[in-house]
C-alpha cells in the first residue's frame, strides 16, 4: 500500500524535523512536493496508525490528511516521481 501523508504547518519558523524523520522512518518515501510525502512503510499499517504517530509532532493547530492512492492518479511531475510511484505500486500490488 502507497499511502499519501500531506500537512499544512501553520508555524514555519518552527522545528519541524521529529515529523521529517517519523516519516522518512516508516520505509520508502518520496517527497517532491513541499507538504506531500509518498510512503510505502516497512511493516503493515493503517491511516489511523500514521495520522497517530505523526500527531505527536505537530501542533494542534495544524492539519494532517493521510490516505492511500490507488492507480488511478494523474497530475504534473518529474518523471522520476512517476517512476516512483509506477515502481512502489507494482512492488506492494504483486
Known amino acids: ?5 500531506t500537512y499544512d504547518l501553520r508555524f514555519p519558523g518552527r522545528d519541524y524535523s ?3 524523520t517519523a516519516i522518512k522512518s516508516m520505509g520508502a518515501w518520496w517527497h ?14 493503517t491511516v489511523a496508525n500514521i495520522s497517530e504517530l505523526l500527531r505527536a509532532h505537530i501542533d494542534k493547530n495544524d ?7 490507488g492507480q488511478n492518479n494523474d497530475g504534473w ?3 522520476d516521481a ?5 515502481n512502489h505500486w507494482h512492488t506492494v500490488n504483486r
Do not use: E, Q
Open 1 to 5: 500500500m502507497i499511502y499519501l501523508i
Open 18 to 20: 521529529a515529523l521529517f
Open 32 to 45: 517532491y512536493l513541499g507538504s506531500v510525502w509518498l510512503v510505502v512503510p516497512n511493516t503493515p499499517t
Open 63 to 69: 492539519s494532517l490528511y493521510v490516505t492511500t492512492i
Open 77 to 79: 511531475l518529474p518523471k
Open 82 to 86: 512517476w517512476d516512483w510511484i509506477r
